[in-house]
């Protein structure tokens, strides 16, 4: 096998034009020879037969050059796989999505879609790193399992929606217990969750939830990053559009609700954990987020495997280098010598 077989096309090409290169300096050294002498003379006048020497030197170059051809093709055998690694940590990523991450209160924005720009956007600053996605509400789900392909990761992040869980509400301890899951599951060193909520948990049973969740975190190493999405002034939360396409907004006892971040436990998590809290009022926060996994501690872990082949260039290099060393070496003159006298030739 050849990885550019459209190279032999040099060896093709310059094996046509030896071939008819050494008919015509055949032919012309043996016009020469007659013109200079009969065969016989020849022979009794350089005193030994006419010597081979010019054409094995003209072969040993024009078999250096073609196997120079052979190389430039990259000729290729024995196959091996071979384990590749990297440096880098497992992220999980517990985005919320609640009914009021629809409230429009970042510049006329839903508070969802700014976090899924926000992540998109954190997966640019990420580099070897394997990266889930779980979503929750009332109820929590693993949307993408660890992965190292980014763009498997944004397509099921495109997906996340509040009709993905029919339990509504912001239960985000079992967000976090539901990501320390996953990193059960791998032998990672370097594990890290980052978390996107408005926050608005009003749930009090959670509380005491929280506190054990956050001992198992800081138990097992796992830093949580917080980012709060939405305003603290809040906003109503849209849930469908009338027949003249006006927005419907969500009510309680016929009373417009009115969501509004909340980022107290958001900043309780990350301190406790060692992590760090944004917030998110614009694609900015997303850098911000980035730049401090930068300096998270990353470990050496499998990328998977990859398929090689040998090359074997270098050989027919060798053998051609050597050719053109014994080629330089080899004189084309035959050295004269004196026949000695010896006194039984005088009698």
Same mark, same amino acid.
């Given at each position: ?10 060896? %093709? /090409?310059? *094996? ?6 050494? &008919?015509? $300096?055949?032919? !012309?050294?043996?016009? =020469? ?57 497992? %992220? /999980?990523? *517990? ?6 991450? &629809?409230? $429009?209160?970042? !510049?006329?924005?839903? =508070? ?236």
């Amino acid at each position: 096998m050849f990885k550019t077989p459209e190279n032999l096309l040099i060896l %093709l /090409v310059a *094996a046509i034009w030896t071939t008819f290169l050494l &008919r015509r $300096l055949a032919a !012309d050294l043996r016009e =020469r020879r007659e013109r200079f002498a009969a065969l016989h003379m020849l022979e009794r006048i350089v005193g030994h037969k006419p010597t081979r020497r010019p054409v094995l030197k003209w072969l040993m170059i024009v078999i250096a050059l073609g196997l120079a051809c052979l190389a430039a093709a990259r000729p290729t055998g024995g196959y091996s796989e071979e384990t590749l690694t990297g440096q880098g940590l497992d %992220l /999980v990523v *517990a985005l919320d999505v609640s009914l009021s991450m &629809r409230a $429009l209160d970042i !510049d006329g924005n839903a =508070r969802l879609d700014v976090a899924k720009g926000l992540i998109s956007r954190l997966m640019n600053g990420l580099r070897n790193d394997r990266v889930g996605l779980v979503v929750f509400a009332g109820d929590t789900m693993v949307q993408a399992p660890l992965t190292n392909d980014k763009n498997t990761f944004l397509t099921f992040l495109e997906r996340a929606d509040p009709e993905l869980l029919t339990k509504q509400g912001t239960n985000i301890p079992g967000a976090i217990e539901t990501c320390i899951d996953r990193f059960d599951q791998t032998a990672s060193q370097s594990k890290v969750i980052v978390l996107v909520s408005d926050g608005e948990d009003k749930d009090d049973k959670h509380d005491k939830r929280m506190n054990k969740v956050l001992e198992e975190a800081r138990r097992k190493n796992i830093v949580i990053f917080t980012v709060g999405v939405g305003s603290k002034e809040g906003a109503p939360i849209p849930v469908s559009r009338d027949m003249w396409g006006e927005l419907r907004y969500l009510t309680w006892k016929g009373e417009t609700v009115i969501s509004k971040m909340d980022d107290s436990i958001l900043r309780r998590i990350a301190k406790e954990t060692g992590g760090a809290y944004f917030r998110a009022a614009d694609g900015k926060s997303a850098m911000e987020v980035a730049g401090s996994l930068e300096g998270l501690k990353r470990v050496s872990m499998p990328r998977g495997t990859r398929t090689s082949a040998r090359e074997l260039f270098p050989w027919p290099v060798l053998v051609a280098f050597l050719l053109l060393l014994v080629e330089w070496m080899i004189s084309e003159r035959i050295p004269f010598e004196r026949e000695k006298d010896h006194w039984l030739k005088r009698l």
